[in-house]
């Protein structure tokens, strides 16, 4: 059975966003408020096993490869990695968002929950082998592929901010997370087609980008600070996500108006 404490070297490794000088970055910071028992055991890792060693399932939750990712993600996979599964945690709202996948498929199943118990329940019957039928049966909030897809008739640039803000729900970046629905809750931004690349969050004029560079576009830089790059390419920093948008929007140029 794996321990349930973190990892020292987890505890004390220092983030990328730290900058020199300054205390590391807190990765689990930005899911603090929906997530307080995830913080209090050091990690989505720790908060997991805990959960499965209370339920006797005998399952192992393991690190995200990733090392920036170590503290908000966790996986689980079978003994002869036939099976695993992917575990995040949804900034907007509480939801453990679990991904199972199976040899070289796509992934089978998703879905979310905001019981850590339940969530490590999903996981347990993943592993140990039920049928993607018996396991949504089981677990309800456990989606097959594609049955969660939105409905007809939205505009394109309406479908990329949909399968933006899911895309980065399903990711570990928190403050990425934030920025995105700050973003979309602006009509102006949100009338402009999104995309992300290297953790930047850009937008273009056409439902499908790329992006225009006549346009700014923002990035997290750590400790609830956001870099945003200005149409002539300097880079200024921001407090928050409120910080943030707000100059995303005074760098528009004028008439920037939502794509046709």
């Known amino acids: 059975m794996a321990p349930t404490g973190v990892s020292r070297r987890w505890q004390t490794r220092p983030m990328s966003h730290a900058s020199a000088g300054a205390a590391p970055y807190d990765p689990l910071r930005p899911y603090a408020p929906l997530y307080p028992d995830v913080v209090r055991a050091g990690s989505l890792r720790g908060a997991l096993q805990a959960e499965a060693d209370r339920a006797g399932y005998g399952l192992v939750i393991g690190t995200h490869r990733v090392p920036s990712w170590q503290l908000v993600a966790a996986r689980v996979r079978d003994e002869d990695g036939g099976r695993w599964a992917n575990v995040a945690m949804d900034v907007r709202l509480r939801s453990f968002r679990i991904g199972c996948r199976a040899g070289d498929a796509a992934r089978t199943l998703r879905g979310g929950t905001a019981d850590p118990a339940d969530a490590v329940g999903a996981l347990h019957s993943w592993i140990r082998g ?131």
Do not use: N
């Open 130 to 260: 039920d049928r993607v039928d018996e396991l949504a049966a089981r677990w309800p909030f456990m989606l097959a592929r594609g049955e969660d897809h939105g409905g007809g008739g939205e505009d394109a640039v309406a479908v990329r901010w949909a399968r933006l803000r899911d895309s980065v729900a399903w990711g570990p970046d928190g403050e990425l997370q934030a920025l995105v629905e700050a973003a979309f809750a602006e009509p102006r931004l949100r009338a402009l087609s999104p995309g992300t690349s290297l953790s930047w969050l850009h937008f273009g004029r056409g439902p499908v980008p790329p992006p225009r560079h006549d346009l700014p576009m923002a990035m997290p830089a750590g400790d609830g600070r956001y870099r945003v790059r200005t149409p002539d390419g300097r880079v200024r920093e921001a407090a928050g996500t409120a910080g943030a948008v707000a100059l995303l929007l005074s760098l528009l140029p004028d008439g920037t108006a939502a794509p046709r």
